[in-house]
T-cell receptor, first 112, second 111 residues
Framework: DTAVSQTPKYLVTQMGNDKSIKCEQN?????MYWYKQDSKKFLKIMFS???????INETVPNRFSPKSPDKAHLNLHINSLELGDSAVYFC???????????FGPGTRLTVL | SQQGEEDPQALSIQEGENATMNCSYK?????LQWYRQNSGRGLVHLIL?????REKHSGRLRVTLDTSKKSSSLLITASRAADTASYFC???????????FGAGTTVTVRA
């Protein structure tokens, strides 16, 4: 039973397209996150939701829109994809803020 | 901006040896965490140490925290090939829910 799962694992798409990445956690956690990891392995927070409420919204282009239909799910929709969006995107969850985080396996996005 | 910075960037050791890596940060923290990332995988939590703690152990892992120097170290004893991974420190600061990660130390354990 996977604690934090993401789909798809790989996503290859053309510039200008719109795509979504889905995340689900079965840990009963209240808080979920989206991170972007670049080619140098630098990991940066993008968004965080606590009990379905957006609490962290870093300086991210508004082409990126998170959606949390319920506490167990946090999806990421990206409009008008650009080359610079190519990265690995990780979803994570934690019981509450500032606790240990559990990461999903990542989604490798390649924009051509 | 990046809060934590790991040192060294890369480390290569023989199986059975100990591996030590350091993390320095810039501002006062609530907690400091260490994570491991195997190639092509997500991050796995290793240890969380609070700002009022100085040392923590978990199996073959030992973490120290020196808040006066704004630094932490992670020691892996008796390393194994399976310890080959990237190791990241992450900090959170008072009043902020954000976890800031360093760039990581890549550890290679040679058989």
């Amino acid at each position: 039973d996977t604690a934090v799962s993401q789909t798809p694992k790989y996503l290859v798409t053309q510039m200008g397209n719109d795509k979504s990445i889905k995340c689900e956690q079965n840990l009963g956690h209240d808080t979920m996150y989206w991170y972007k990891q670049d080619s140098k392995k630098f990991l940066k927070i993008m968004f965080s939701y606590n009990n379905k409420e957006l609490i962290i919204n870093e300086t991210v282009p508004n082409r990126f829109s998170p959606k949390s239909p319920d506490k167990a799910h946090l999806n990421l929709h990206i409009n008008s994809l650009e080359l610079g969006d190519s990265a690995v995107y990780f979803c994570a969850s934690s019981q509450s803020m500032n606790n240990e985080q559990f990461f999903g396996p990542g989604t490798r996005l390649t924009v051509l | 901006s990046q809060q934590g910075e790991e040192d060294p960037q890369a480390l290569s050791i023989q199986e059975g040896e100990n591996a030590t890596m350091n993390c320095s940060y810039k501002t006062s923290i609530n907690n400091l965490q260490w994570y491991r990332q195997n190639s092509g995988r997500g991050l796995v939590h290793l240890i969380l140490i609070r700002s009022n703690e100085r040392e923590k152990h978990s199996g073959r892992l030992r973490v120290t925290l020196d808040t006066s120097k704004k630094s932490s170290s992670l020691l892996i004893t008796a390393s194994r090939a399976a310890d080959t991974a990237s190791y990241f420190c992450a900090t959170d600061v008072p009043g902020d829910y954000k976890l800031s990660f360093g760039a990581g130390t890549t550890v290679t354990v040679r058989a």
